[in-house]
């Protein structure tokens, strides 16, 4: 059932504190594109092609094609590189902004670590092929950052371009109790900002931007925020260029944190020392730390995050709609911007284990769990898709 709601009396609501999302969508779930093994997530090209790439863990991409179906053939395969120990595996997958001229695009996966630690973090780049667009040139990776983890878990393992055609990478904290959220010089616990270049001689195979919040201070010249624990999935709003950051909780709180286009960098959202809203297991304190514009509990059996998109598709009444879930419940959660954001209201419960979100290039959504991919619809709106997948 589609909703409206009376400005005056959004506006009222708004001018008294009281401000409740209203369900945008009637849900109905269908499975498409066949079965996949362990999907993280699903991204698209910005090609033109309407294709959508499925992000395996094992180390796979897939793809489903304009017509919703799974081709056979991998775009890529790597699975003898990547180490899935713990949560490791292939986690992220982003196409460079001018991928349809110079087929470059962007995985995060995890290998064997250095020196006894258990898993590394790679950014690594590929190139498709020249002679299928459905098959990428394996051959052509060259790795542009490398960072290693103390443990196998808060990988992080998202990256994405923002619309000032930077790469962000959201880094955990290394795991096993770290404390590393807070030190400027670690990666960990952070996002990332890099300007990656395809200049042979540049080393490493990037540059900072001039912009970056701590170029010339104290603080690796990469990040781009701070205090973070497991930013496992992050997502820009195609319109407004605003970034959500979904942010695993240890034993308290699991946050969706927010920062506008207009940021200019070196946000604090609080870990070790905060937990969402509340004191962290830190013992410390951060002056000016972010609180998150959206926090739930464990309460009913949730216990980690998994961030999603804001709507920005066809469909009217869920304009501005940012849907995420939660690991553990399945529940799939929505927050809408009134004047405040919402709290975390459940669009439905998916049954299963949600692992990942993603978007087409026409604005439609998608979940992952199980090995389904399934489809999402509005009851009286066909047009938001949804993908299960992982585990």
Not at 33 to 42: A, E, I, K, M, Y
Not at 333 to 354: P, Y
């Amino acid at each position: 059932m589609k909703y409206t709601l009376n400005l005056l009396t959004l506006i009222f609501l708004s001018s008294i504190g009281i401000v409740e999302a209203q369900a945008p969508l009637n849900p109905v779930f269908t499975q498409i594109g066949g079965n996949f093994s362990t999907p993280l997530g699903v991204r698209n090209a910005g090609d033109g092609s309407n294709r959508l790439f499925v992000i395996e863990r094992s180390g796979r991409i897939m793809i489903i094609d304009s017509n919703d179906n799974a081709l056979a053939t991998p775009f890529l395969n790597i699975t003898a590189l990547v180490d899935t120990f713990f949560e490791g595996g292939l986690l992220g997958l982003a196409f460079h902004p001018d991928y349809l001229n110079n087929g470059y695009f962007y995985v995060n996966y995890t290998s064997e670590g250095l020196g006894g630690n258990d898993l590394l973090t790679n950014i690594a780049r590929y190139q498709v092929s020249s002679g299928d667009d459905n098959v990428a040139n394996a051959g052509s990776e060259e790795i542009i950052l490398s960072i290693d983890q103390p443990a196998g878990n808060h990988n992080g393992g998202d990256i994405h371009f923002g619309a000032d055609g930077f790469l962000y990478i959201g880094m955990g904290d290394g795991g096993a109790g770290s404390s590393t959220a807070q030190n400027m010089n670690s990666h960990l616990g952070k996002m990332l900002r890099i300007d990656p270049s395809d200049t042979a001689s540049v080393v490493p195979p990037y540059t900072i931007p001039e912009s970056n919040p701590f170029v010339g201070v104290a603080g690796l010249d990469e990040i781009w925020a701070v205090g973070l624990r497991n930013p496992y999935r992050f997502s820009f709003d195609r319109d407004t260029g605003d970034l959500f950051i979904a942010d695993v909780g240890a034993g308290s709180r699991e946050e969706v944190d927010f920062q506008a286009a207009t940021s200019t960098g070196g946000e604090n959202y609080g870990w070790n020392c905060r937990e969402g809203s509340i004191s962290g297991p830190g013992g410390c304190s951060v002056n000016g730390a972010i609180d998150p514009i959206n926090e739930y509990t464990h309460a009913g059996g949730r216990c980690s995050i998994t961030g999603g998109y804001r709507y920005r598709g066809v469909e009217t009444s869920w304009q501005g709609t940012y849907l995420y879930a939660d690991f553990c419940s399945g529940d799939i959660f929505f927050t809408q911007f009134l004047g405040n954001w919402t709290s975390s209201e459940i669009l439905a419960d998916a049954g299963t284990n949600v692992y990942g979100f993603g978007e087409s290039e026409d604005g439609r959504l998608f979940y992952t769990t199980g090995s389904r991919v399934m489809e999402i619809n509005d009851a009286d709106f066909d047009d938001v898709i949804f993908i299960n997948g992982f585990e």
